[in-house]
Every structure is written in structure tokens, then in C-alpha cells.
């Protein structure tokens, strides 16, 4: 099963793949869902809470650090040749910005936990190349723009590209 969506997970993130510029598609697709991902150098999960917004990320069973709390998903996985990846949405209730993303990078030294980031949508396209991880969301502030958010595995870059005429 894991083998199975991984597949699917790298063919979606073929496809999503583009440069400076962006079309949005008609209809956003749904993001894939999982409360746990097991890698060559560990397993992340979830660990789901009888309170809605107090779910925690582990890795291999044990709290991230910084915690990261609330209603939390994997929503893409990556497995890449020195390391493994997943994107987590963090739900925090909030209704300002409900919905902020977090890269989780697994390699042999461990784990790495980027910063929090997101336009504050569900409607997402990602890609990974060996060196970069990419997020596109509507800008909330121009309709007809595409926020884009690169991460290298220490710094997130945020971009507005322009949507294809």
C-alpha cells in the first residue's frame, strides 16, 4: 500500500511541477491524506487527539521540536535518494488563516522541521526536485496570482507568479 501512494505521490508531483509561471487549474485538486509515513530513516505520524486542534506530530514516536500542534495531516510524501519528505498542514482553528504548512525532511542525521508557511488555503499543488520542495496556493491578495513557496531544507522563499494568459 505505502509503495502503491508513493508511486502515485511522485507521478502527481511530475505533473504539478512548473517554473515562474503558473496556471490554476479549473478545480483544485484534493490533497492526499495520511496520519502516518514510514521512510528509510523513519516513520512520521500523527498523534490524534480527542480535541479536534490537539493532534501532535512524532517522529518515530517521539514530539518534534518546536511541537507542532492541531489539526495536522500528511499531505505529500517524497522519498528522494539521501532523504525523505513530507508536507504537514497544521490546522490551528483560527479563522484569520486556518490552514499553514510545515516541510519534515528524515535523513541519516535525523530530522529537519521548516519554518511554518502558507497563503492560509487547502487548495495546494506540490513538487520535489533532489533540491527543492515547492508549494503553490491562490494568493489571497491577487486573484490572479499564484503564491509559491520553495524550501532547500533551510529557508523558505515565497514568490507571486503570474497565472499562464
Request: with cysteine; aromatic share 10%; net charge negative.
Amino acid at each position: 500500500m505505502h509503495v502503491l501512494l508513493r508511486q502515485l505521490l511522485f507521478i502527481v508531483a511530475l505533473l504539478c511541477a512548473s517554473n515562474a509561471t503558473a496556471s490554476a487549474p479549473a478545480n483544485w485538486p484534493v490533497s492526499p491524506s495520511q496520519l502516518e509515513l514510514a521512510t528509510t530513516y523513519g516513520t512520521i505520524s500523527i498523534d490524534t487527539s480527542e480535541y479536534v486542534y490537539e493532534s501532535r506530530l512524532l517522529i518515530n514516536g517521539y514530539e518534534v521540536d518546536p511541537t507542532v500542534r492541531g489539526r495536522l495531516n500528511i499531505d505529500y510524501a517524497f522519498n528522494l535518494p539521501a532523504s525523505g519528505a513530507a508536507l504537514v498542514s497544521v490546522d490551528t482553528g483560527n479563522d484569520v488563516c486556518p490552514i499553514s504548512y510545515r516541510w519534515v525532511i528524515l535523513d541519516k542525521a535525523g530530522y529537519t522541521l521548516s519554518p511554518s508557511f502558507g497563503s492560509c488555503s487547502g487548495q495546494i499543488l506540490v513538487s520535489a526536485t533532489r533540491t527543492q520542495f515547492t508549494l503553490k496556493t491562490p494568493s489571497p491578495e491577487k486573484p490572479d496570482k499564484i503564491d509559491v513557496y520553495t524550501y532547500d531544507g533551510k529557508t523558505i522563499i515565497h514568490t507571486v507568479a503570474s497565472l499562464k494568459p
